[in-house]
Protein backbone atom coordinates (compact mmCIF):
# COMPACT_ATOMS: atom_id res chain seq x y z
CA UNK A 1 0.00 0.00 0.00
CA UNK A 2 0.96 3.42 0.05
CA UNK A 3 3.95 4.20 2.25
CA UNK A 4 5.15 8.00 3.13
CA UNK A 5 8.55 7.64 4.73
CA UNK A 6 10.09 10.87 6.87
CA UNK A 7 13.61 11.66 7.13
CA UNK A 8 15.19 12.36 9.58
CA UNK A 9 13.20 10.37 12.36
CA UNK A 10 15.02 13.01 15.19
CA UNK A 11 16.62 16.33 14.50
CA UNK A 12 18.52 18.00 17.86
CA UNK A 13 19.12 21.89 16.82
CA UNK A 14 20.42 24.97 18.54
CA UNK A 15 18.04 28.10 18.71
CA UNK A 16 18.65 29.76 15.50
CA UNK A 17 19.96 27.00 13.66
CA UNK A 18 17.77 26.04 10.40
CA UNK A 19 16.03 22.87 10.52
CA UNK A 20 14.98 20.82 6.90
CA UNK A 21 12.53 17.54 7.38
CA UNK A 22 11.99 15.78 3.78
CA UNK A 23 9.01 13.65 3.08
CA UNK A 24 9.26 10.26 0.00
CA UNK A 25 7.02 8.69 -1.43
CA UNK A 26 7.77 5.67 -4.10
CA UNK A 27 4.94 6.26 -6.20
CA UNK A 28 3.68 10.09 -7.47
CA UNK A 29 1.90 11.28 -4.45
CA UNK A 30 -1.48 13.25 -5.20
CA UNK A 31 -1.53 16.03 -2.14
CA UNK A 32 0.08 17.13 0.04
CA UNK A 33 -0.48 18.63 3.48
CA UNK A 34 1.59 19.49 6.23
CA UNK A 35 1.00 18.91 10.12
CA UNK A 36 2.18 19.80 13.58
CA UNK A 37 2.30 18.15 16.68
CA UNK A 38 3.55 19.63 20.26
CA UNK A 39 4.71 17.36 22.81
CA UNK A 40 1.51 15.67 24.53
CA UNK A 41 -0.84 17.20 21.89
CA UNK A 42 -2.66 16.48 18.67
CA UNK A 43 -1.92 17.17 14.80
CA UNK A 44 -2.32 20.89 13.98
CA UNK A 45 -3.23 21.66 10.23
CA UNK A 46 -0.17 23.75 8.82
CA UNK A 47 -0.52 23.75 5.06
CA UNK A 48 -1.76 21.87 2.05
CA UNK A 49 0.70 21.64 -1.12
CA UNK A 50 -1.61 20.83 -4.97
CA UNK A 51 0.73 21.45 -7.71
CA UNK A 52 3.71 20.50 -8.69
CA UNK A 53 7.33 22.51 -7.56
CA UNK A 54 5.11 24.59 -6.08
CA UNK A 55 5.99 26.46 -2.98
CA UNK A 56 4.51 28.00 -0.06
CA UNK A 57 5.87 30.42 3.10
CA UNK A 58 4.72 30.99 6.29
CA UNK A 59 6.62 33.58 8.26
CA UNK A 60 9.76 31.26 9.12
CA UNK A 61 7.95 28.13 7.90
CA UNK A 62 8.82 27.12 3.70
CA UNK A 63 7.36 24.10 2.16
CA UNK A 64 7.90 22.80 -1.20
CA UNK A 65 6.27 19.89 -3.24
CA UNK A 66 8.59 18.16 -5.52
CA UNK A 67 8.64 18.94 -9.50
CA UNK A 68 7.85 14.82 -10.01
CA UNK A 69 5.31 14.90 -7.26
CA UNK A 70 7.34 12.36 -4.94
CA UNK A 71 8.82 14.52 -2.30
CA UNK A 72 7.99 17.02 -0.23
CA UNK A 73 10.34 19.16 2.69
CA UNK A 74 9.66 21.71 5.48
CA UNK A 75 12.14 24.23 5.62
CA UNK A 76 12.46 26.26 9.43
CA UNK A 77 14.69 29.32 9.24
CA UNK A 78 16.08 30.17 12.56
CA UNK A 79 13.96 28.21 14.68
CA UNK A 80 12.92 28.86 17.98
CA UNK A 81 11.81 27.09 21.28
CA UNK A 82 8.35 27.72 20.02
CA UNK A 83 8.76 24.83 16.70
CA UNK A 84 9.32 22.29 19.11
CA UNK A 85 7.25 19.34 18.16
CA UNK A 86 6.86 16.51 15.12
CA UNK A 87 6.22 17.45 11.81
CA UNK A 88 3.98 15.52 9.74
CA UNK A 89 3.55 15.06 5.85
CA UNK A 90 0.37 13.37 5.15
CA UNK A 91 -0.98 12.52 1.20
CA UNK A 92 -4.15 12.85 0.12
CA UNK A 93 -4.97 9.53 -1.18
CA UNK A 94 -7.43 7.26 -1.95
CA UNK A 95 -8.94 8.52 -4.91
CA UNK A 96 -12.75 9.41 -4.15
CA UNK A 97 -12.59 8.64 -0.26
CA UNK A 98 -9.42 11.26 -0.32
CA UNK A 99 -7.80 9.10 2.69
CA UNK A 100 -5.15 10.78 4.53
CA UNK A 101 -2.12 8.49 5.03
CA UNK A 102 0.67 10.11 6.94
CA UNK A 103 4.42 9.91 6.73
CA UNK A 104 6.19 8.72 9.70
CA UNK A 105 7.17 12.28 11.26
CA UNK A 106 9.76 13.61 12.47
CA UNK A 107 10.54 15.17 16.04
CA UNK A 108 12.23 18.54 16.32
CA UNK A 109 13.87 19.53 19.72
CA UNK A 110 15.22 22.67 20.11
CA UNK A 111 18.03 23.87 22.61
CA UNK A 112 17.90 27.73 24.08
CA UNK B 1 -16.40 26.39 20.10
CA UNK B 2 -15.90 22.39 21.22
CA UNK B 3 -14.42 21.10 17.81
CA UNK B 4 -13.60 17.49 18.14
CA UNK B 5 -14.25 15.78 21.55
CA UNK B 6 -13.05 12.43 22.44
CA UNK B 7 -13.59 10.67 25.43
CA UNK B 8 -12.10 9.37 27.87
CA UNK B 9 -8.72 10.88 27.78
CA UNK B 10 -7.17 7.92 29.55
CA UNK B 11 -8.18 4.22 30.13
CA UNK B 12 -6.61 1.17 31.20
CA UNK B 13 -8.23 -1.98 30.59
CA UNK B 14 -6.88 -5.80 31.26
CA UNK B 15 -6.48 -8.29 28.04
CA UNK B 16 -9.75 -9.03 26.19
CA UNK B 17 -11.84 -6.42 27.92
CA UNK B 18 -14.16 -4.56 25.37
CA UNK B 19 -14.47 -1.05 25.28
CA UNK B 20 -16.10 2.13 23.17
CA UNK B 21 -13.69 5.19 22.26
CA UNK B 22 -16.08 8.19 21.85
CA UNK B 23 -15.60 10.73 19.46
CA UNK B 24 -18.23 13.77 18.70
CA UNK B 25 -17.74 16.31 16.37
CA UNK B 26 -19.77 19.89 16.36
CA UNK B 27 -18.92 20.87 12.90
CA UNK B 28 -21.37 19.02 10.78
CA UNK B 29 -18.17 17.38 8.93
CA UNK B 30 -19.40 14.34 6.58
CA UNK B 31 -15.52 12.97 7.52
CA UNK B 32 -14.78 11.11 10.29
CA UNK B 33 -11.51 8.89 10.62
CA UNK B 34 -9.73 7.41 13.77
CA UNK B 35 -5.96 6.70 13.79
CA UNK B 36 -3.69 5.17 16.09
CA UNK B 37 -0.45 6.69 17.13
CA UNK B 38 2.55 4.53 17.88
CA UNK B 39 6.02 5.79 18.59
CA UNK B 40 8.22 5.74 15.10
CA UNK B 41 5.27 4.66 12.76
CA UNK B 42 3.60 7.94 12.90
CA UNK B 43 -0.43 8.28 12.59
CA UNK B 44 -2.19 4.98 10.61
CA UNK B 45 -5.65 4.93 9.54
CA UNK B 46 -8.14 2.18 11.42
CA UNK B 47 -11.39 3.21 10.12
CA UNK B 48 -13.29 6.41 8.12
CA UNK B 49 -16.55 7.41 7.34
CA UNK B 50 -18.04 9.58 4.36
CA UNK B 51 -21.13 10.19 6.24
CA UNK B 52 -23.55 8.92 8.53
CA UNK B 53 -24.56 5.09 7.81
CA UNK B 54 -21.13 4.81 5.75
CA UNK B 55 -18.25 3.47 7.09
CA UNK B 56 -14.76 1.30 5.34
CA UNK B 57 -11.43 0.42 6.41
CA UNK B 58 -7.99 1.51 6.65
CA UNK B 59 -4.63 0.46 7.38
CA UNK B 60 -5.03 -1.18 10.15
CA UNK B 61 -8.86 -2.13 10.89
CA UNK B 62 -8.12 -5.44 12.53
CA UNK B 63 -9.29 -5.87 16.07
CA UNK B 64 -11.92 -2.60 16.04
CA UNK B 65 -15.31 -1.51 14.56
CA UNK B 66 -16.85 1.46 13.76
CA UNK B 67 -20.51 2.55 13.13
CA UNK B 68 -21.57 6.13 12.14
CA UNK B 69 -25.51 6.50 13.24
CA UNK B 70 -25.43 10.57 13.22
CA UNK B 71 -23.33 12.47 11.48
CA UNK B 72 -21.79 13.85 14.50
CA UNK B 73 -20.75 10.54 16.71
CA UNK B 74 -18.35 8.14 15.14
CA UNK B 75 -17.67 5.91 17.96
CA UNK B 76 -14.85 2.99 18.08
CA UNK B 77 -14.94 -0.18 19.58
CA UNK B 78 -12.16 -2.23 20.28
CA UNK B 79 -13.96 -5.95 20.29
CA UNK B 80 -11.36 -7.88 22.89
CA UNK B 81 -8.32 -5.60 23.88
CA UNK B 82 -4.74 -7.14 23.24
CA UNK B 83 -1.75 -5.63 24.70
CA UNK B 84 -0.84 -4.94 20.93
CA UNK B 85 -3.54 -2.01 20.99
CA UNK B 86 -1.99 -0.01 23.62
CA UNK B 87 -1.49 3.62 21.87
CA UNK B 88 -3.09 7.00 21.42
CA UNK B 89 -5.86 7.18 19.79
CA UNK B 90 -7.09 10.24 17.44
CA UNK B 91 -10.42 10.79 16.32
CA UNK B 92 -10.64 13.54 13.25
CA UNK B 93 -12.99 15.03 11.49
CA UNK B 94 -13.32 17.12 7.92
CA UNK B 95 -15.87 19.34 5.68
CA UNK B 96 -16.48 16.93 3.02
CA UNK B 97 -15.29 13.64 1.89
CA UNK B 98 -14.54 14.29 -1.64
CA UNK B 99 -12.12 17.36 -0.93
CA UNK B 100 -9.10 18.09 0.52
CA UNK B 101 -9.63 19.89 3.32
CA UNK B 102 -7.37 19.82 6.42
CA UNK B 103 -8.49 17.46 8.96
CA UNK B 104 -9.59 18.78 12.46
CA UNK B 105 -8.19 16.50 15.09
CA UNK B 106 -9.44 15.93 19.26
CA UNK B 107 -6.88 15.52 22.17
CA UNK B 108 -6.43 11.94 21.71
CA UNK B 109 -7.21 8.91 23.93
CA UNK B 110 -4.42 7.23 25.94
CA UNK B 111 -5.14 3.69 25.96
CA UNK B 112 -3.09 1.17 27.96
CA UNK B 113 -4.00 -2.92 27.77
CA UNK B 114 -2.34 -4.82 30.43
Known amino acids: GQQVMQIPQYQHVQEGEDFTTYCNSSTTLSNIQWYKQRPGGHPVFLIQ?????EVKKQKRLTFQFGEAKKNSSLHITATQTTDVGTYFC????????????FGTGTLLAVQP | NAGVTQTPKFQVLKTGQSMTLQCAQD?????MSWYRQDPGMGLRLIHYSVGAGITDQGEVPNGYNVSRSTTEDFPLRLLSAAPSQTSVYFCASRRQSFSNQPQHFGDGTRLSIL
Open chain 1, 49 to 53: LVKSG
Open chain 1, 90 to 101: ADVYGGATNKLI
Open chain 2, 27 to 31: MNHEY
